[in-house]
């Protein structure tokens, strides 16, 4: 079957400009967003997550923005079900539909589907680790047995690197590791066309810090105020919120906390890029590029296709 949709997704560090972007071609070619962060999906949490303004989500239809709730239990193969429901809903409107988002899992599991072993943050691989070094192999062995028993019955078990291999998969995908294993690649109805944003370091890392800084003018202290009783829930397991529920602990400072979440922040968006940059099908363009040049390199895309 010729496939004739599109998905156009944007990709790139946080607060690059990828939800300006994502509306202006939402608006030229009359299309939905779907929104892949995966801490936007989240209605209690508005300020810490940089949701798109009412003005912003009034100027394009989005999906996935603020529709679950902390409490929910909601992981990447849940999204990734719901996405490819909603795309299929949306083609049957408009052969072309806007994806946009910093959480690289997310989109990857979209446009490939989660029949390969995920990426894993260096942090969570590092955790096990010394987790296996302090507590022994036990403690993890116990760990994978509630995360994936299917897993804790058929992996060497007393291999140490087989049951972290197992672990960090599992945690950082929120899906059991044996569920990847031998599954077959899942048919998409679209042709992806990837659009990346980036600028130079500084430039990242000084709007990063603007955007900290007017999120705490818009009140993210309070909002995290109201969110510290539910600290423990994963979805709060954010920068931003994290390094608020320190100092409300009394272990940090309020004004050390907020240069952590400067600081936290800055790091993500270096993870971000160097997750996003291993895709050599996406085409990187600066932030400032005028939107012209972008469209017209989506064209150039979608007309060999539609021509043949």
Same mark, same amino acid.
């Given at each position: 079957?010729?496939?004739?949709?599109?998905?156009?997704?944007?990709?790139?560090?946080?607060?690059?400009?990828?939800?300006?972007?994502?509306?202006?071609?939402?608006?030229?070619?009359?299309?939905?967003?779907?929104?892949?962060?995966?801490?936007?999906?989240?209605?209690?949490?508005?300020?810490?997550?940089?949701?798109?303004?009412?003005?912003?989500?009034?100027? %394009?239809?989005?999906?996935?923005?603020?529709?679950?709730?902390?409490?929910?239990?909601?992981?990447?193969?849940?999204?990734?079900?719901?996405?490819?429901?909603?795309?299929?809903?949306?083609?049957?409107?408009?052969?072309? %539909?806007?994806?946009?988002?910093?959480?690289?899992?997310?989109?990857? %599991?979209?446009?490939?589907?989660?029949?390969?072993? $995920?990426?894993?943050?260096?942090?969570?691989?590092?955790?096990?680790?010394?987790?296996?070094?302090?507590?022994?192999?036990?403690?993890?062995?116990?760990?994978?047995?509630?995360?994936?028993?299917?897993?804790?019955?058929?992996?060497?078990?007393?291999? $140490?690197?087989?049951?972290?291999?197992?672990?960090?998969?599992?945690?950082?995908?929120?899906?059991?590791?044996?569920?990847?294993?031998?599954?077959?690649?899942?048919?998409?109805?679209?042709?992806?066309?990837?659009?990346?944003?980036?600028?130079?370091?500084?430039?990242?890392?000084?709007?990063?810090?603007?955007?900290?800084?007017?999120?705490?003018?818009?009140?993210?202290?309070?909002?995290?105020?109201?969110?510290?009783?539910?600290?423990?829930?994963?979805?709060?397991?954010?920068?931003?919120?994290?390094?608020?529920?320190?100092?409300?602990?009394?272990?940090?400072?309020?004004?050390?906390?907020?240069?952590?979440?400067?600081?936290?922040?800055?790091?993500?968006?270096?993870?971000?890029?160097?997750?996003?940059?291993?895709?050599?099908?996406?085409?990187?363009?600066?932030?400032?590029?005028?939107?012209?040049?972008?469209?017209?390199?989506?064209?150039?895309?979608?007309?060999?296709?539609?021509?043949?």
């Amino acid at each position: 079957m010729a496939l004739n949709n599109y998905l156009i997704t944007i990709v790139g560090p946080t607060a690059i400009g990828k939800t300006a972007l994502s509306i202006q071609l939402a608006k030229h070619f009359k299309a939905a967003i779907i929104s892949c962060d995966s801490r936007q999906f989240y209605k209690e949490m508005t300020i810490g997550t940089a949701v798109p303004t009412s003005e912003e989500l009034a100027e %394009a239809k989005h999906h996935f923005i603020q529709n679950r709730s902390i409490f929910d239990m909601y992981n990447v193969g849940d999204f990734e079900r719901d996405a490819i429901a909603k795309l299929n809903e949306l083609y049957k409107k408009n052969n072309i %539909a806007i994806m946009v988002g910093g959480s690289g899992l997310y989109v990857d %599991a979209v446009i490939n589907g989660l029949d390969y072993f $995920p990426n894993v943050p260096a942090e969570i691989r590092e955790k096990l680790n010394e987790e296996l070094k302090t507590k022994g192999i036990s403690y993890l062995q116990k760990q994978l047995k509630e995360l994936d028993i299917e897993s804790y019955n058929t992996i060497a078990i007393d291999n $140490p690197h087989r049951v972290i291999r197992a672990l960090e998969v599992t945690i950082a995908s929120g899906i059991p590791y044996a569920t990847f294993k031998n599954k077959p690649k899942k048919p998409r109805p679209f042709i992806p066309i990837k659009i990346g944003l980036n600028a130079e370091r500084e430039i990242i890392y000084n709007r990063i810090n603007k955007r900290v800084d007017l999120m705490l003018q818009d009140g993210l202290i309070k909002e995290a105020k109201a969110l510290y009783p539910h600290k423990q829930l994963n979805a709060l397991q954010t920068v931003g919120y994290r390094e608020l529920f320190s100092a409300f602990d009394g272990d940090i400072t309020e004004s050390f906390a907020i240069e952590e979440i400067k600081k936290n922040t800055r790091r993500f968006a270096k993870r971000q890029l160097t997750w996003f940059k291993k895709d050599t099908a996406t085409h990187w363009f600066n932030y400032k590029t005028d939107i012209e040049t972008i469209i017209n390199y989506i064209e150039s895309q979608l007309k060999p296709v539609k021509n043949s």
